[in-house]
C-alpha cells in the first residue's frame, strides 16, 4: 500500500473522435488492488502506433486514452506484488518501467507456444478507452495502474527517463526482432527505416558484432543519425536499390509494404527477412513468391515481444549508453496539457521522438 493518502482524482488527456482535439479529464484514483502497483508517471513518449490509433488507421475506442511507452514512480503496492521480474524487490518510490501488454490468465498460447504476447484477451496499455476501470492505463496522464499479470522491471538510477522510457516497446521489440533475424558475428544485415525502431535494429546488430550494417531511409538527417547508431553505411532507398543480394538479414521497420520486394531481393541464398513495421491492418504486397523457393528464403513477422526481451533491453541501454545516444532520440517534451501540439510534432516528424512529462 502506499505511504501517504492519495488523491481523490488525477488527470488525464483523452480524446473524443480520431484526430480530434484533447481535453483534460479528472477519474477517480483507488489504493491499488492485491495484485496491482499503482504509479505516478514521470515520462511517456509517443510511439507510431499511437500516431496511428489518434489518426484512426487502427481499431482504438473513443474516449481514447494513449500511451504505452512509461517511465513512473511506485506510489501504491498491492499486497501481492513485492519484487519485480528478476525478483528485485520493489517497494514505494522506485522507478520502473513495465511490460507493454498484460495477459488474463493462463492460456495455450501463454503456457504452451512461449507467446504470452499472443495470448487469447491480451490488452495493451494507452489502447483502451479512459471510460474503462481503472480509468487510469496510460501514458498521457498523472497516474496509471499496473494491471495483473504484467511484467514490472526496477530502473537503476545510471539512465535518464528519456534513455529508458523507450525500453517497454521499441528498444523490446527490436531485441525481438534481431534474435529472430538470428544476428551473429560477421554478418550483414540491412535495416529499412532509421525512425526509433531502426535505429535501435542498427546498434543491436552492431553490438552483437555485425560485420556491416547498412541502413535504409528517405530523410538525410535520419541517415546522419543511423551513422551514429551503428551503421557502417547509410543509403536514400534509391541508391539502396543497387545493392547485391548478399545480406543475412534484412529488417523492416519503416512501415511501406511496396518495401519488402526490394528488401528480399537484398538477401543472399538462405537469408531471413523480418518484417515488423506493417502494423496498420490493410498493408498489402504484390512479390514472387518463387523467390522464397528458389532461394531459400525465411519471412517471418515479429509483434511485440516476450518477457525476456524487456530484461534484454534495459541491459542493452545500460551496457551501451555511452556508445549510443539514447538520450537524444526524446527530442521533444511536453505537458501533460500540451498533447495536441506533441502529437503534432509526432505525427509531422519534427521529433522523433515526442514524450509528455506530466
Not at 513518449?45 to 490509433?53: E, F, V
Not at 507467446?115 to 490488452?123: E, F, S, Y
Not at 498521457?140 to 522491471?153: K, N, T
Amino acid at each position: 500500500m502506499s505511504g501517504t493518502s492519495l488523491p481523490e482524482t488525477g488527470r488525464l488527456a483523452v480524446y473524443d473522435t480520431p484526430n480530434g482535439p484533447f481535453r483534460i479529464a479528472r477519474y477517480p484514483l483507488r489504493e491499488p488492488r492485491r495484485d496491482e502497483v499503482l504509479v505516478r508517471n514521470r515520462m511517456a513518449t509517443i510511439c507510431r502506433s499511437d500516431i496511428h490509433s489518434y489518426q484512426g488507421h487502427r481499431p482504438s475506442p473513443c474516449p481514447g486514452l494513449l500511451g504505452h511507452e512509461i517511465v513512473g514512480d511506485v506510489v501504491a503496492l498491492g499486497e501481492a506484488v513485492t519484487h519485480d521480474m528478476r525478483d528485485d524487490p520493489l517497494a514505494v518510490g522506485d522507478r520502473v518501467t513495465w511490460s507493454e501488454y498484460f495477459v488474463p490468465g493462463r492460456s495455450h498460447a501463454r503456457e504452451v507456444l512461449d507467446l504470452p504476447q499472443k495470448a487469447p484477451g491480451v490488452d495493451k496499455y494507452g489502447h483502451m478507452s479512459c471510460e474503462a476501470a481503472p480509468h487510469h492505463h496510460g501514458g498521457f496522464g498523472e497516474y496509471c495502474y499496473i494491471r495483473p499479470d504484467s511484467w514490472i522491471l526496477k530502473l537503476p538510477a545510471s539512465i535518464s527517463d528519456a534513455e529508458a522510457t523507450p525500453i517497454n516497446c521499441g528498444v523490446a521489440t527490436m531485441c525481438a526482432v534481431i534474435e529472430a533475424a538470428g544476428v551473429r558475428l560477421g554478418q550483414t544485415v540491412i535495416v529499412q527505416g532509421l525512425g526509433l525502431l531502426g535505429l535501435y535494429g542498427a546498434a543491436l546488430a552492431k553490438s552483437l558484432g555485425a560485420s556491416r550494417v547498412i541502413g535504409v531511409d528517405a530523410v538525410p538527417a535520419r541517415r546522419a543519425l543511423g551513422l551514429r547508431f551503428g551503421a557502417d553505411l547509410a543509403l536514400h532507398p534509391d541508391v539502396a536499390a543497387a545493392l547485391p543480394a548478399d545480406a543475412d538479414a534484412v529488417i523492416e521497420v519503416c512501415g511501406d509494404a511496396a518495401a519488402i520486394p526490394t528488401g528480399l531481393g537484398w538477401l543472399r541464398a538462405g537469408g531471413r527477412y523480418l518484417v515488423a513495421g506493417m502494423v496498420n491492418p490493410g498493408s498489402m504486397v504484390t512479390l514472387d513468391a518463387n523467390l522464397l523457393l528458389r532461394r531459400c528464403v525465411t519471412l517471418v513477422g515479429v509483434h511485440n515481444y516476450h518477457p525476456r526481451h524487456l530484461i534484454q533491453a534495459l541491459a542493452f541501454v545500460v551496457d551501451n549508453r555511452t556508445r549510443f545516444p539514447f538520450g537524444e532520440l526524446v527530442e521533444g517534451r511536453y505537458r501533460l496539457d500540451e498533447v495536441d501540439r506533441a502529437m503534432a510534432d509526432a505525427a509531422g516528424r519534427r521529433v522523433l521522438r515526442a514524450a509528455i512529462v506530466p
